[in-house]
């Protein structure tokens, strides 16, 4: 497609509620990311792909949080038994494999609140 | 953990103005970038300089960068109404170099 892209665009989970967030990257891209943003807040990272490859999780906070990406183009971000701390734009990136010499392309994220 | 620090947190300025921002990190990198990103929506790419570059130029955006210093500026030029946004500095770091460290990002508003 011609941009990245996330669904749903909003989600509201009930405290305990287990979610599950989807990227489409841009057909053809390599590298995938997933960054967690609070609000106010710069974009913090959670995750990379490379291919259908895990990478790096370093940055996911707890082992209630799993990514995967199994064919190597959708990724789907999983978190269980959601907490209010999890309240946060979720935003996907995706870039070519040279991706440093343009930038990564930003899906528009989804927001999930947790009450 | 974030690794970049802007500066300043908000600014505003008229229409016409110029606008600066500056970041600072604390580890070596292979690259720095600049982000924007409109209230609610995602980042936009808007320009990328490397560690053996100094200033780079994309229309009415100039980066500079001085690794000595770990920091970078981002200049806007002639500013409009539709600069209203928030300004990200993001790192390739040498270290895991596909991912990037972002920063807490400049609120700048462009008043008519």
């Known amino acids: 497609g011609a941009g990245v892209s996330q669904s749903p665009r909003y989600k509201v989970a009930k405290r305990g509620q287990d979610v599950a967030l989807r990227c489409d990257p841009i057909s053809g891209h390599v590298s995938l990311f997933w960054y967690q943003q609070a609000l106010g807040q710069g974009p913090e990272f959670l995750t990379y792909f490379q291919n259908e490859a895990q990478l790096d999780k370093s940055g996911l906070p707890s082992d209630r949080f799993f990514a995967e990406r199994p064919e190597g183009s959708v990724s789907t971000l999983k978190i269980q038994r959601t907490q209010q701390e999890d309240s946060a734009v979720y935003l996907c990136?995706?870039?070519?494999?040279?991706?440093?010499?343009?930038?990564?392309?930003f899906g528009s994220g989804t927001r999930l609140t947790v009450v | 953990s974030q690794q970049g620090e802007e500066d300043p947190q908000a600014l505003s300025i008229q229409e016409g103005e110029n606008a600066t921002m500056n970041c600072s990190y604390k580890?070596?990198?292979?690259?720095l970038q600049w982000y924007r990103q409109n209230s609610g929506r995602g980042l936009v790419h808007l320009i990328l300089i490397r560690s053996n570059e100094r200033e780079k130029h994309s229309g009415r955006l100039r980066v500079t960068l001085d690794t000595s210093k770990k920091s970078s500026s981002l200049l806007i030029t002639a500013s409009r109404a539709a600069d209203t946004a928030s300004y990200f500095c993001?790192?390739?770091?040498?270290?895991?170099?596909?991912?990037?460290?972002f920063g807490q990002g400049t609120r700048l508003t462009i008043n008519p």
């Open positions: 993001a790192t390739g770091l040498i270290q895991g170099a596909q991912k990037l460290v």
């Open positions: 580890t070596s990198i292979n690259n």
């Open positions: 990136a995706s870039s070519s494999r040279q991706g440093d010499r343009g930038g990564y392309t």
